[in-house]
Nanobody, 120 residues
Framework: QVPLVESGGGLVQPGGSLRLSCAASGSIFSINAMGWYRQAPGKQRELVAA???????NYADSVKGRFTISRDNAKNTVYLQMNSLKPEDTAVYYC??????????????WGQGTQVTVSS
């Protein structure tokens, strides 16, 4: 098992910023892509941003120019810097990691989710 521990969610006013973190630990050989997804009430889970092991990012159109994904491979951690937040960004944000375990099998893990609420 590889737990993904998320932190950084909370309540912020429109136009504000938050930084999410997600750290992976345990029996890891290597981590391929890491990413952030979100799910708002009554909606499907959607990709927000992802980043390859080499650092190439990919963003949903709705967050381009406002959110920045980054990772620290030495710490097995991925970050999501969210600026200019809007009420429509309100959702539970989930971390995802595609990795190779210490047994050399491929795994897809999810974090427990962290609530982000954008409201005045």
């Amino acid at each position: 098992q590889v737990p993904l521990v998320e932190s950084g969610g909370g309540l912020v006013q429109p136009g504000g910023s938050l930084r999410l973190s997600c750290a992976a630990s345990g029996s890891i050989f290597s981590i391929n892509a890491m990413g952030w997804y979100r799910q708002a009430p009554g909606k499907q889970r959607e990709l927000v941003a992802a980043i390859t092991s080499g650092g190439s990012p990919n963003y949903a159109d709705s967050v381009k120019g406002r959110f920045t994904i980054s990772r620290d491979n030495a710490k097995n951690t991925v970050y999501l810097q969210m600026n200019s937040l809007k009420p429509e960004d309100t959702a539970v944000y989930y971390c995802n990691a595609d990795l190779v375990g210490s047994d050399y099998d491929l795994y897809d893990y999810w974090g427990q989710g962290t609530q982000v609420t954008v409201s005045s």
